[in-house]
């Protein structure tokens, strides 16, 4: 029988699948980077926190993790190996000859993710039971108190909707102009807080269904320092850069201006201070450790073509569900954005006064 908190699955945009040259798969350095900057805290806090002698850890010698926002690899394989190592030591270490530890391992990610080729790149010897499990993670997906440990990477930063507010043309939030929450209207700031607040809230009150008292969850997510707008960061003027890209298209007669003027960017960056308030008002979770992650692709200037093909390998999806999925409209999207982009790139880089921040998360589950 359905449960009422499960919810139906919903269709939604996802990174652009396969293992071409155009895939995620083969355009997610950063997203790595931000794993492999994460490996050691991961492991540490594991050996730290985790705690075999808790009861709810001792019902069963399966160990059940979930990556939520998983994508189509091969990012999630090296997360998920990591976790477990430091899990499998862990066990062998505080528990005195104990039964051989099965894993199990549930990929999570919307229902148009390419799941085939995520498990088609499945490492051959890996030391776990693999499922798929498709749907939004902002709403419950697994049954009660059956997961060990959660994580999320570079996922929670994206809304599971744009706020209503910024595309009504008749609303103080209206959002013309811009894609994004630059920072610099307080009304669409408000708008985008708030649906940032309700979607985390949402995640994290389905989440402490789903793991065992005392599990942990992992959370890497993008930010802002305290005090800095969006408009001040590399990403958000790359981000108004595409933004002025569809405008030229649109005088161009490749896009509707009306589209244009409704596009907006289903991502909000929070400060620390903000997202800590919204975790600890939850009361679902504590808070273990927050910490900032600091990778090399961040100190350095990057390739105009290599930062291109990573960016259209994230927002395409996003620009076919709101344009449609017109392959010759998009192409011109991307190559007019390259070539603007190589054409501005040091005007770009020189104006950049800030840099976003990824957070590293660290949550035990309050145990009731």
């Known amino acids: 029988m359905a449960n009422e908190e499960i919810k139906t699955l919903g269709g939604s945009w996802a990174m652009v699948g ?64 990591n976790i477990i190592e430091a899990v499998d030591h862990k066990y062998n270490t505080q528990l005195h000859n104990p039964p051989p530890l099965e894993f199990q391992v549930f990929f999570n990610d919307v229902v148009a993710n390419d799941f085939n080729t995520l498990f088609n790149t499945l490492p051959s010897f ?9 749907g939004s993670f902002y709403g419950r997906l697994f049954p009660k108190s059956t997961l060990h440990i959660a994580y999320s990477s570079q996922a929670l930063h994206w809304l599971s909707k744009v706020p209503k507010e910024v595309v009504d043309s008749k609303s103080p939030a209206w959002n013309k102009g811009s894609i994004l929450c630059s920072g610099t209207s307080k009304e669409v700031a408000k708008a985008y807080s708030a649906q940032f607040k309700n979607d985390i809230d949402t995640f994290l009150n389905a989440r402490a269904q789903e793991i065992v008292g005392g599990g942990l969850m992992v959370i890497i997510i993008a930010g802002l320092p305290d005090g800095i707008l969006m408009s001040e960061t590399g990403a ?70 290599f930062a291109v093909s990573q960016f259209r390998a994230v927002f395409q999806g996003v620009l076919e569900e709101h344009f449609g999925r017109d392959q010759d409209a998009l192409e011109k999207i991307f190559q007019h954005f ?22 590293f998360i660290l949550l035990k589950h309050n145990i009731n």
């Open 18 to 81: 396969g293992d071409g040259p155009s895939s995620y798969a083969q355009n997610s350095n950063y997203q790595r980077e931000m794993a492999d900057a994460a490996k050691g805290m991961i492991h540490g806090e594991i050996i730290e926190k985790l705690d075999f002698n808790d009861p709810h850890f001792n019902s069963s010698n399966t160990f059940r993790i979930a990556d939520f926002g998983c994508s189509a690899g091969p990012n999630t394989f090296f997360s998920v190996k």
């Open 126 to 134: 890996q030391k776990y039971f693999a499922a798929g499990v498709p």
């Open 236 to 305: 958000g003027m790359i981000y108004e850069f595409l933004g002025s890209c569809l405008i030229d298209m649109a005088k161009l007669g490749v896009v509707s201006k009306e589209k244009v003027d409704s596009f907006n960017l289903p991502l909000y960056y929070s400060s620390a201070k903000e997202l800590e308030e919204i975790i600890r008002s939850n009361g679902h979770f504590c808070i273990e450790r927050m910490d900032k992650l600091n990778p090399r692709m961040l100190v350095k200037k990057l390739n105009v073509e």
């Open 338 to 359: 390259a070539k603007k982009f190589a054409d501005n790139y040091y005007s770009i880089f020189n104006g950049i006064r800030h840099q976003h921040i990824d957070f």
